[in-house]
């Protein structure tokens, strides 16, 4: 597929990784829309304001998107909470659900119908090797990203024979300002793999064009998926190591 002249929808497109996946979008010839909090962007595009984390702001969001008719929707927009689960604040909680599962859901929803009608485009959902290997500490957001790729596989076979494609692509660590600084220090400790932002966005565009259905970045995390899926306490183990460097460093900031 070409992107020339395509419309393209991309939620959290002003942000570290969005702005890259918009700016290689842009020179394949593309027309942006960015959903974003950004009350400018850095490059021409149309930019629509709102409120992913609230029912009444994503249906807000959703009635401009469907009268838009965007011909591919990029669900990028996410945020993520490191931390024992019950020190994570209930309103986190709920917007970590919000932004990154229901959001991409409803606004799925308020695209199918043009998309339908046309006979043809293109939902993408960026998730997380999180929501295929579910890390402590990352409960939330591991889990909200697990919804997102079973929502990708549920509504794929919803849509066979539609014309209608639909992307599923899970980077793992992304060196951008999503990880705060005490997910950086996690990092650092447990030697995790972050991969740099231009080479992801380069990966996430490459694998839109080409119609890939799922797509998961960076080895051995994309083998240790694979190995998660069958044989999930074998994996278990593997991580205890790095479950204690996490208990470690938490201590370390309450004392």
Same mark, same amino acid.
């Given at each position: 597929? #070409?992107? !020339? $002249?395509?419309? *393209?929808? %991309?939620?959290?497109?002003? &942000? ?6 918009? +700016? ?37 969001i959703g009635e401009q998107l469907a009268a838009l008719e965007p011909d591919i929707l990029v669900n990028l927009a996410g945020i993520q909470y490191f931390g024992p689960l019950e020190k994570q604040p ?27 009608? #046309?006979? !043809? $485009?293109?939902? *993408?959902? %960026?998730?997380?090797?999180? &929501? ?6 990352? +409960? ?96 278990? $183990?593997?991580? *205890? ?15």
């Open positions: 597929m #070409r992107l !020339k $002249g395509k419309h *393209v929808v %991309i939620t959290g497109g002003a &942000g570290g990784l969005g702005s890259r996946i918009s +700016a290689l979008m842009q020179k394949k010839g593309a027309r942006l829309t960015i959903v974003d909090r950004a009350k400018e962007l850095p490059f021409e595009a149309n930019l629509v304001t709102g409120d992913l984390s609230t029912q009444e702001g994503i249906t807000a209930t309103d986190s909680i709920q917007l970590t659900y919000m932004i990154n599962l229901v959001a991409p859901v409803m606004l799925s929803q308020a695209v199918l119908p043009a998309m339908r009608k #046309r006979g !043809k $485009g293109q939902i *993408v959902n %960026i998730g997380s090797i999180f &929501g295929s290997i579910n890390f402590a500490h990352f +409960a939330t957001y591991s889990s909200a990203k697990a919804g997102l790729k079973g929502f990708s596989e549920a509504i794929r076979r919803e849509l066979q024979s539609t014309g209608i494609g639909v992307t599923y692509i899970a980077p793992r660590a992304v060196k951008t300002p999503l990880n705060n600084n005490t997910v950086m220090r996690f990092a650092e400790l447990t030697r995790m793999a972050m991969d740099d932002p231009d080479y992801v966005a380069n990966r996430i565009v490459k694998s839109i064009i080409a119609g890939k259905k799922d797509v998961y970045i960076g080895f051995p995390e994309s083998f240790f998926v694979r190995l998660n899926a069958v044989l999930p306490r074998l994996v278990d $183990g593997s991580l *205890v190591a790095n479950d204690k460097i996490a208990r470690n460093l938490f201590q370390i900031q309450q004392s």
